[in-house]
């Protein structure tokens, strides 16, 4: 499967997108179950919420880990060009982007694995990220938060090693809230400890 498939794939799943906008992760939590709790088999996982800067920092971590001599997965979001872009998988001298045949048989596995049930396509690409993530060896994960932090996709890492809260101002306010507090406590459900 190529690039092209797997484009093709992902819009296909665009049609399982839920009506209306269901704020929980009971739709992650089953697919991911169905692939075996991937997300629970990563090394030490940073975890980054907030409206602003949140690439920045996955970038600087990301940078401070290699240079320190770990294997780093990162996950991003939005990408430019293609969808592959959002996942950088750990090789040795620095990260690479994910192959197109790589990511490709994991978008067949993912949506394979999700059965047609509704489904928005970051859940299906949070899915992607987890599953890949757990079948490459790396020293850490850093992943980037979608939307808010407590009902994000990602939010189903149990004990991320660090949760971090970049700054936090008004966005998405018809989901997270209209008050800077409420975004904050919204983002503030990623920290676990």
Not at 42 to 53: D, E, Q
Not at 107 to 121: F, H, L, P
Not at 152 to 173: F, G, K, Q, R
Request: hydrophobic share 45%.
């Amino acid at each position: 499967m190529t690039t092209l498939a797997a484009d093709r794939e992902i819009e296909s799943l665009m049609s399982l997108h839920p009506k209306g906008f269901d704020l929980s992760l009971d739709r992650i939590s089953r697919l991911l179950e169905r692939l075996g709790n991937p997300q629970n088999h990563l090394p030490p996982v940073i975890h980054i919420a907030g409206t602003n800067g949140k690439g920045s920092c996955a970038a600087f971590s990301r940078a401070l880990l290699e240079a320190s001599g770990h294997r780093v997965h990162v996950h991003t979001s939005p990408h430019l060009v293609n969808w592959h872009e959002r996942y950088r998988l750990a090789a040795d001298g620095g990260g690479r982007l994910v192959e197109d045949k790589v990511f490709a048989d994991a978008i067949a596995r993912v949506a394979k694995a999700n059965e047609g049930q509704k489904i928005t396509v970051f859940e299906i690409l949070t899915a992607v990220t987890f599953l890949l993530f757990s079948e490459h060896p790396a020293d850490a994960v850093i992943i980037e938060v979608g939307l808010g932090g407590r009902f994000d996709a990602t939010n189903v890492i149990t004990e991320p090693a660090v949760s971090v809260i970049m700054p936090v101002s008004l966005d998405h306010e018809s989901f997270l809230g209209d008050r800077v507090e409420l975004i904050a406590a919204e983002k503030a459900g990623i920290i676990k400890r």
